[in-house]
């Protein structure tokens, strides 16, 4: 059969083929489960043809001819071309097959499912199974056959992906995955070869990336020997040596022995770790299913290290199916996703939301807000994915030490050519050398290698970081040492040069008289041509030209030519002949013959017939001269001009030829202010992701400088007269106190004696406000989008669900809805929110009832936004300044801003960043900055909840006791006045009761205050006619405000953080005990050693859920299986009965499991 593989006639109608599978395939899309059925019984038909089992006649007839193909180029080293064609083209038909056939059973449709079992497709499994093992050893080795082996995998992957549908829905010892575990078993030899050689290339790519492999590559070229290679791969202890031997054949080497073994890597790792996942879920829904057949012990052997490379990636959720049994749900965990989960806000989020749901609510209620907290946690490691520096604006290190060291051959190139300048000058060479040595400088001082330089020091320990401390200050010494020196020796190397070098003679002997009267203007031209005097005026501004042109004439290089690459005139020579826009009398190379002596008469006139032609040419290129008058032109002038078109076409050419600086671009003035402000945006965004992902970062040196200038207030002192030297400080301020009626000014000034302390003060003060602004900008970046997303989701779930705004009007004193009230007709919202389709979905629920138009108008739609009638496209308006501010929608920006000034947090920052701002006017300020360690530890926050736990009824409490003093105030001002005499002096009596302001304030300040209350405060009223009036006030004033109201204000506190420890101590314990999934307690799982912590951290996992909502939102709708397609429609129904309330898999299991 493998002679037809040879001809024309190998599956003729293999495009027909494919679209009719194709065809099938899409009848079955969004898992229609009647085309499903209609599929395997045709009701109603007189004959009735299951299409399921044709399907696999046609595959298993296509799997035999595969397999022949294979027998009948085994024993050839490689497959020829036609050859690869004809099997690309079987794979291709093979591929659309299996991925038909997986969207015939997934549903899950059971009918299907067991008619696909109970087929030949097991035979067909097993047929390629073993194509597979041998033909993708056989193709990995030899590069030309590389896209045929990735058609092959990619085969591969449908292939599983078949199987695991087959899975869908699976029960504990099911039939199916008896069988699949038969064909497995069956095919343990070649399902073993598969896995080796995934495995294999799952471990290059930590082979790579290991520390001790970089010593056999230390400038990351990403070239090595195969010897060298192999060395590697033995030193690391984790190949055989066939596996070694099998490694090495497969990378292409050149004549040298040399491979790119980055290419390598890239090019196998990739697949097989696509491949190696699907095959990791399907094992392990086998063990996890069938776990009492031992003959899955042969297989899992031989995968435990592919097993054990995904597990970190395989995650794995319980949810109730359908068909109300608890189902296993297997995906896939990015490594982002488990980055982003570990980040500080991350952390925050969750510490927050266990402590406030935990306890809250029934299970239907829990599981809303436990959604809700996924929503938000996924949209903040989405931004924090953003934020996140990213591993393609960082080059690698070792790219950057190649660019570095290139560079460093470039500066000892541009050494030794000074070093070959002998006739240049002292200060000629030390300019250069200043240039030289600046420029390395600045390259060395550049972002790029500073960043890599701070990435160097991330990654020291503290040994090493001591030894570099030390050693750049060592460097640091030695570095001002030698300027010193060099400066001296610069100096007087110009000086002895200057005096006994003999240069100036050297350059007088270089002036000819040529150039002097060259360089003269032409007496009967001056005034008359505009042109001839902006030429000489060009000529002026070349100062390099003649002393270059004559040094070259000599054959040397002067310093002329050093002073123009110093400052940027760079001249391009060819052949020692220089030419220009102007032909100045100095330049001879071009006047002078070869063959006799120049006169100065001859040059003379030789240079006034060219600058004569070149104005000439200058006038007919401007359109001054007709055409007509240049041909009555006489033949002098034309051949001028001939010759000035020649000298013009020898600039052009030279111009072109010249040498730009290194990474200098040639580009129009527009296209560099492009580029200019759209580099300046991407560090702009750098900067703010930076920010925003060091934010806690900056709040705590923000807090640590805080104590430091508080510290510095320690020092200040009162003074009635200003120190001199304190004169001039800045933070000198002076108070006014009444003594005996006069005005006493008083100084507060540092008490210090070695002068640092005050400048420390004001530039510490600067760093606190520039912090503190910065931390504003980083919550901007950080928070601000989170709070934005949460209330755009709340106004959308509300307008959706709720029909607010439709059905129902927020109340008047609802400002919070009255202000959601301006988002909604923008054409912004939802901005943030992923469902951009919200408003369509609303129009759809309540536009029957209420009327489309209506909805539409409400929500800011026009009408050919509800119109999908084809229609003219509008052409878009020119870019304006008008059309940009016309494009910004202010109404959404107003109602984000209102959003972000009711944040407690943003409010908090913004007072924050005042009170700095207000400590430069008076540095007392920065004391209210200390509070933010109350902010900044979990244990503070809490005592700071306490008192504000019971706000309501600590306020209503504050609001009673001021009442009942004011009661008591009103009684002593009718009747105990005279005893209110706070004055020491009889003959000036201090009468603290006689207005009732006066009154109030003192019961309010003192009476309050005092232990005994307000009787201890005022004269004893033994003896007197009001004495048992008195006394009777000041017992009821003790009982009523010290003992009572003051205990109860002291208790709303003290059992407001009982209540929150207590809390806290409940929220351990349940999550210590109760699973937060399922609600079971740990006395059920505890019956096998550690099943509570089993269960809690792979079956019913919180993280777990969160990825897979997460996978399920970033997963294209067609792509989903039949339980995640399930899940996806539970949560756009906002319905949470998919979650295992009360039940587990373990738990439905009990009897099969043991």
């Not at 038969?182 to 896995?195: F, G, Q, R, Y």
């Not at 599981?367 to 907290?373: A, H, I, S, T």
């Not at 008192?947 to 105990?976: D, E, I, P, R, S």
Request: hydrophobic residues 40%; glycine residues 6%; charged residues 25%.
């Amino acid at each position: 059969m493998f002679s037809c593989f040879q001809g024309e006639k190998v599956l003729q109608n293999d495009e027909f083929t494919r679209d009719l599978f194709r065809f099938l395939q899409l009848l079955c899309e969004g898992h229609n489960s009647d085309f499903q059925n209609f599929l395997r019984t045709q009701m109603g038909n007189t004959t009735t043809v299951n299409v399921i089992i044709s399907t696999v006649d046609y595959l298993l007839r296509l799997q035999e001819s595969i397999s022949d193909f294979y027998w009948y180029y085994s024993g050839k080293d490689i497959i020829d071309e036609s050859g690869q064609h004809n099997f690309s083209k079987a794979l291709a038909v093979t591929k659309q097959i299996f991925n038909s056939l997986t969207e015939y059973i997934q549903g899950p449709c059971i009918g299907n499912q067991q008619s696909l079992a109970h087929s030949r497709l097991w035979d067909a499994v097993v047929g390629f199974l073993h194509v597979f093992a041998n033909m993708q050893m056989k193709l990995s080795q030899d590069s030309s056959q590389i896209e045929l082996l990735k058609e092959l995998l990619d085969l591969l992957q449908d292939m599983v992906v078949m199987l695991l549908s087959l899975l869908e829905g699976n029960v504990v010892n099911g039939t199916i995955g008896k069988q699949m575990v038969d064909t497995l078993v069956e095919s343990s030899t070649n399902v073993e070869m598969i896995l080796k050689f995934f495995d294999m290339f799952l471990k290059l790519k930590d082979l790579t990336s290991s520390d001790t492999f970089k010593e056999y590559d230390p400038d990351g070229k990403g070239i090595l020997s195969k010897k060298e290679f192999q060395k590697a791969m033995e030193g690391q202890k984790q190949y055989t040596q066939s596996e070694i031997d099998f490694l090495l054949s497969c990378a292409e080497a050149d004549e040298n022995d040399m491979f790119n073994y980055i290419d390598f890597v890239d090019r196998f790792h990739e697949p097989a770790k696509d491949i190696g996942f699907n095959v990791a879920v399907l094992l392990t829904n086998l063990s996890e299913h069938m776990p009492n057949d031992s003959r899955l012990k042969c297989l899992l052997d031989p995968a435990e290290s592919v097993l054990n490379y995904f597990e970190p990636y395989l995650g794995r959720i319980e949810i109730m199916g359908g068909a109300k049994k608890i189902e296993r749900v297997y995906f896939e965990i990015s490594e982002s996703s488990r980055t982003q989960w570990e980040k500080p806000q991350v952390k925050e989020s969750k510490r927050q939301f266990i402590f406030d749901v935990v306890n809250e609510g029934g299970e239907q209620e829990k599981m809303e807000l436990f959604v809700n907290f996924c929503e938000d946690t996924i949209f903040e490691m989405q931004l924090a994915s953003q934020i996140s520096e990213s591993d393609s604006a960082d080059r690698p290190e070792e790219e950057e030490e190649d660019e570095d060291s290139s560079y460093t051959s470039e500066i000892e190139g541009e050494e030794e050519d000074d070093k070959s300048l002998e006739s240049a000058s002292a200060f000629a060479m030390a300019c250069a050398s200043v240039k030289r040595n600046v420029a390395n400088f600045l390259k060395r001082a550049t972002l790029k290698n500073l960043r890599k330089q701070y990435r160097k020091v991330k990654k020291m320990t503290v040994k090493e970081l001591v030894r570099v401390f030390f050693s750049f200050f060592w460097m640091m010494f030695v570095g001002l040492f030698q300027l010193f020196f060099t400066i001296l020796g610069g100096i007087f190397q110009i000086l002895w040069n200057t005096v006994f070098g003999g240069g100036l003679v050297e350059g007088a002997k270089n002036i000819r008289v040529t150039k002097i009267l060259g360089d003269m203007p032409d007496p009967t031209q001056f005034g008359i041509h505009d042109d001839a005097v902006e030429a000489e005026r060009a000529e002026v501004t070349d100062p390099g030209i003649t002393t270059e042109l004559v040094h070259f004439i000599k054959g040397e290089k002067g310093n002329a030519d050093i002073m123009s690459d110093l400052f940027g005139f760079h001249s391009k020579k060819e052949g020692g002949v220089k030419h220009g826009p102007e032909v100045g009398l100095g330049d001879l190379s071009e006047i002078i013959g070869k063959d006799e002596p120049p006169t100065l008469e001859s040059t003379v006139r030789k240079k006034r017939k060219a600058q004569a032609a070149e104005m000439k040419a200058a006038d007919e290129s401007e359109g001054k001269v007709e055409p007509e008058k240049a041909d009555t032109e006489d033949g002098e002038k034309e051949d001028a001009a001939r010759e000035s078109e020649q000298a013009k076409a020898l600039w052009a050419e030279a111009t072109k030829k010249k040498k730009r600086r290194r990474g200098q671009k040639v580009e129009k003035p527009e296209a560099f202010m492009a580029n200019f402000f759209k580099g300046l945006e991407i560090y702009q965004t750098k900067l703010l992701h930076y920010l925003a992902r060091n934010f806690y970062n900056l709040r705590f040196l923000a807090l640590f400088v805080a104590f430091a200038i508080n510290f510095i207030l320690l020092f200040y002192k009162v003074t009635e007269e200003p120190l001199e030297e304190a004169e001039d400080v800045a933070n000198l301020w002076h108070s006014f106190n009444d003594e005996e009626e006069e005005e006493a000014m008083v100084f507060f000034v540092l008490q210090e004696s070695t002068g640092y302390m005050a400048p420390t003060l004001r530039a510490l003060a600067v760093i606190h406000t520039v912090i503190s602004l910065v931390c504003v900008v980083g919550y901007y970046c950080l928070k601000v989008p989170l709070v934005v997303f949460k209330r755009e989701k709340e106004i959308a779930r509300k307008l959706e669900f709720d029909g607010l705004y439709i059905t129902e009007q927020p109340s008047e004193d609802d400002i919070k809805g009255q202000w959601d009230r301006l988002v909604i007709n923008t054409p912004s919202f939802p901005n943030n929110y992923w469902d951009k389709f919200v408003k369509r979905k609303v129009i759809n629920k309540y536009g029957d009832l209420y009327g489309a138009e209506r909805i539409a108008e409400l929500l800011g739609l026009d009408k050919n936004a509800l119109d999908f009638s084809p229609v003219e496209e509008t052409k878009a308006e020119a870019a304006s300044l008008v059309s940009w501010l016309s494009s910004i929608d202010m109404k959404y920006h107003i109602w984000k801003l209102g959003v972000v000034f009711t944040d407690n947090s943003f409010l908090y920052l913004a007072w924050y960043t005042t009170m700095s701002i207000l400590g430069h006017y008076n540095n007392f300020f920065f004391a209210a900055h200390l509070l933010d360690i109350a902010m900044g530890f979990k244990t503070l926050r809490t005592i700071l909840s306490s008192v504000t736990h019971n706000g309501k009824q600590l306020v209503l409490t504050v609001g009673l006791l001021a009442v009942v003093v004011y009661l008591y105030t009103v009684v002593a001002f009718n009747f105990f006045r005279k005893f209110y005499n706070k004055s020491e002096d009889d003959d000036e009596p201090d009468m603290k009761c006689d207005d009732m302001m006066t009154c109030y304030l003192f019961h309010m300040y003192v009476g309050v205050r005092a232990g005994g209350g307000i009787g201890d405060e005022i004269e004893d009223p033994a003896g007197d006619p009001y004495e048992m009036y008195r006394i009777v006030f000041d017992i009821t004033f003790f009982f009523f405000v010290i003992v009572i109201l003051l205990a109860i204000i002291q208790g709303l506190i003290i059992d407001a953080f009982g209540e929150l420890r207590d809390q806290q101590e409940q929220v351990r314990e349940d999550m210590e005990t109760k699973c937060f999934i399922c609600g079971i307690g740990n006395d059920y799982f505890d019956t096998t050693p550690h099943g509570f912590e089993t269960h809690t951290l792979q079956e019913h996992n919180l993280a777990n859920y969160l990825f897979f909502l997460m996978y399920l939102i970033n997963k294209d709708e067609t792509e989903h299986t039949g339980q995640e397609s399930y899940v996806w429609k539970m949560y756009q129904e906002r319905c949470w009965d998919f979650f295992p309330a009360g039940d587990c898999f373990r738990k439905q299991y009990e009897d099969q499991l043991g």
